[in-house]
Each structure stands twice: as C-alpha cells, then as structure tokens.
C-alpha cells in the first residue's frame, strides 16, 4: 500500500515538482495550497506524513501544526520553510515537528529525511498500543494521553502493562497480586488503591466481579 503524504505548499511551481518527484518514488500525494485546506484534508483523510510550508495563506504551518498535535494526530511532519532564524526553527519543535528542512533545498535530502521519518513511525507503531485516547510505548513503558505523557509510579507502571498486553480480556486477581508481590504491595487494598488512581486519570478499567479486573477496549 502506498504511503500517502499531505503537501501543504502555496508555491505552484514547487509544489508540481514535489509531487512530481514523490509519485514517481511510489507515493501517494495530496496538495493544498491553504491552511484550511490542510485543516480539511486531515479531518476527511489519515495520512502517513505532512509536508508543511510555514508561510501560506490563512492558517499558517505552525498554528496548523499546534492545532493537530492538540488534537492528537502524532502523524510525522517536516516543514519545508524559507524561514532561517533560530527563533522559527525553535518554535517549529515546540510545535511538534519531527522535521525542518529549510528553502531551497535538495530533493534528494527530503527523500532521505521522509525515508528515516517513515522508519520511524514504522517502529513506534509496531511497539505502541492504544485504547480510546490512551497510548501505552511498550519501549519505553510510558503512558500517554494523545500527546501528553502521564508520570506513574513503579507499581502502577506495572499494572498498565499488563492490563495494556490483556487489553479486553480479564485478568485474575492472583495475577495482579504477583505483579504487585515483586515491589512488596501484594495487598487487596493497595491493589484497589492502584486501580482506583489508574481509573481517576481516565482509564477504563472494569471490575469483573470474583475473578479480577479488565481493561475495556470500547
């Protein structure tokens, strides 16, 4: 399949060539010439990677690029900018771009950074599970909230793990109480302390009654 990518460039001319070099490359390419279009796209479409001009009519790349990382769409993006100071490139990453390639550029370093950004989003994917709006990075055994990262003690981390790898399915009691045993809190009570704090951030963790908890999926 291929990968499809969001041009948002106002340029014609460059924006042809892009395109041109991406499709030849096996891409797939849609191109908007406003912010709002991209704001359009991106609510109709899920796309592998945004490329993202800065300057462009109405809703600029960094005001679009803040709006979608709040909304929780972590799709990889690179801006393409003729922007040189030190402060824009600053605020690009305080935005939540992956990458900053400034104008005029070589096409063939925007094909090997979209390649390593690719690379990128493959392996986080294969290493993440996600429930609702929940994210758990198995890697890096770490919680999130779309974007934000939930701070969870060593215990807790525990029970998110298992109950992300159980994700529909309910677990015993016993087994939970042996995760806890290894930090020396294998009470009930802690137990149901844990999973009364996992529920206060939002997640949804079912008590199935005489048997043990599970972590609903829908």
Sequence with gaps: ????????????????????????????????????GAVDATFYERFDLLILDVNVPGIDG??????LRDAGVTTPAIFITARTDIASLAHGFDVGVDDYLKKPFDFDELLIRIDALLKKAYHARSDEITVGAFRYLMGRNELYEKNSYIPLPPAQLKLVKLFFQQRGHTVPKEVLLEILAEGDEASEGALRVHI????????????????GYRLETA
């Design 196 to 211: 009364a704090k996992l529920r206060k951030i939002g997640l949804p963790i079912l008590t199935v009654k005489g048997i």
């Design 62 to 67: 960094f005001s679009l690029l803040e709006s």
């Design 1 to 36: 399949m291929k990968a499809k990518f969001l041009l948002l460039e106002d340029d014609e001319i460059l924006s042809e060539t892009l395109v041109d070099i991406l499709e030849s490359h096996g891409f797939s390419v849609t191109h908007v010439m406003t912010g709002e």
